[in-house]
């Protein structure tokens, strides 16, 4: 089973700040099968990013996602105020289907 | 619009059954596989399992928390996948959301049902 390691487990930011995020996995994944996905409280997550560095429909381009391997990382260019959610990655290469525990974005 | 409409949840006992039921618009389900996410209240997602297109042969997996209390199946006909739970433990209480992927990008959920098991 791949496991999924997500830090920092929180991020304090400000407005128009760059954000960080990192996934690391157990083992290599295929970048053909890792995402990112947003989700706020009460709604249902949302595709930010697929096959590693793809942005979903709609998804505005100061969301990006890169790596490789074990190490993958969602990067938010300038944070606006509705980025301040928790987010996932996920892997489904190996079955069964993971995710990380979450890195929530907070404001500072 | 691409839409999925979860239904079905609600208060069920230790060991009893439900079944969910996730309906489709919006995009050529029968292309699509779909799974089922579950989510315990201010925990991660977790993903319970999946049913494949015709094309992969209706092919189902589940999650070893699962495997063997859950079945997934779904009408094409219809545009509705299923999420049949059966023994159901009071660790099964979640919010499920069903997704669907083609390829590889699972571009939709829906916005969830609450399941709670609780005597």
């Known amino acids: 089973e791949i496991v999924l390691t997500q830090s920092p487990g929180t991020l304090s930011l400000s407005p128009g700040e760059r954000a960080t995020l990192s996934c690391r996995a157990s083992q290599s994944v295929s970048t053909s099968f890792l995402a990112w996905y947003q989700q706020k409280p009460g709604q249902a997550p949302r595709l930010l990013i697929y096959?590693?560095?793809n942005r979903a429909t709609g998804i505005p381009d100061r969301f990006s996602g890169s790596g490789s391997g074990t190490d993958f990382t969602l990067t938010i260019s300038r944070l606006e105020p509705e980025d301040f959610a928790m987010y996932y990655c996920?892997?489904?290469?190996?079955?069964?289907?993971?995710f990380g525990q979450g890195t929530k974005v907070d404001i500072k | 619009e691409v839409q999925l409409v979860e239904s079905g949840g609600g208060l069920v006992q230790p060991g009893g059954s439900l079944k969910l039921s996730c309906a489709a618009s919006g995009f050529t389900f029968s292309d699509s596989g779909i799974h089922w996410v579950r989510q315990a209240s201010g925990k991660g997602l977790e993903w319970v399992g999946h049913i494949r297109s015709k094309t992969n042969n209706y092919a189902t997996a589940f999650a070893a928390s699962v495997t063997g209390r859950f079945a997934i199946s779904r009408d094409d006909s219809s545009n509705t996948a299923y999420l049949q739970m059966n023994s159901l433990k009071i660790e099964d209480t979640a919010v499920y959301f069903c997704?669907?992927?083609?390829?590889?990008?699972?571009?939709?959920w829906g916005q969830g049902t609450l399941v709670t098991v609780s005597s």
């Open positions: 996920q892997q489904f290469d190996g079955s069964p289907v993971g």
């Open positions: 997704v669907s992927q083609q390829f590889l990008e699972w571009f939709a």
């Open positions: 096959a590693t560095s």
